[in-house]
C-alpha cells in the first residue's frame, strides 16, 4: 500500500485553518480553491471535480474538533482502498497542516503524490490568502 504524507507550515490561527478544513462541502472556495474547482454534496459524501478534471466521490469518515482532524475515503474512482486524513496542528500561533493518504493500488501512488503536492500548495494559498 502506497502511504504519502505532506506536511506544510501556513502563517493563520489553527482555529482559522480548523474552520475551512471541518466544513466538509465547501473544499473548493474555503481550503484548497484552484486546486477543487468545485463540490456537490451527496449525503454526508461530497463529490469533488479538481482542477485536473478527475471527479470522485469522498466519503466522511470522521470529523474530530478536539483533534482538529478530519478523515475521509475516496470510495470511487480509481482506487480499490483509500484512506485520507488531515489534521491541523497548533504550532507557535500558526498551523502545521498534515495530509495523509494511504492508498491502493500502490501504482497510483506516484501520481497520487503529484496531486497532493500541488494540494497542499493551493491549501497555503488559500488560507494564507484569507480564503478559510
Known sequence: MA??????????????A??????????HTRLAR???????????????????GAVLRERLV???DDARRLAWSIVDGPY????GSAQVLADDGRVRFVWIS??????????????????ISAI???????GG
Open 3 to 16: 502511504s504519502i504524507r505532506k506536511e506544510i507550515e501556513i502563517g493563520v490561527a489553527p482555529d482559522e
Open 18 to 27: 480548523w474552520d475551512a478544513l471541518r466544513d466538509f462541502g465547501n473544499l
Open 34 to 52: 484552484g486546486f477543487a474547482v468545485d463540490v456537490r454534496m451527496d449525503g454526508s459524501d461530497r463529490i469533488v471535480t479538481f482542477a485536473s
Open 62 to 64: 470522521d470529523r474530530d
Open 80 to 83: 480499490t482502498h483509500h484512506n
Open 102 to 119: 494511504d492508498l491502493l493500488p500502490h501504482e497510483l501512488g506516484p501520481a497520487t503524490d503529484e496531486a497532493m503536492t500541488a494540494g
Open 124 to 130: 497555503k494559498a488559500t488560507l494564507e490568502g484569507g
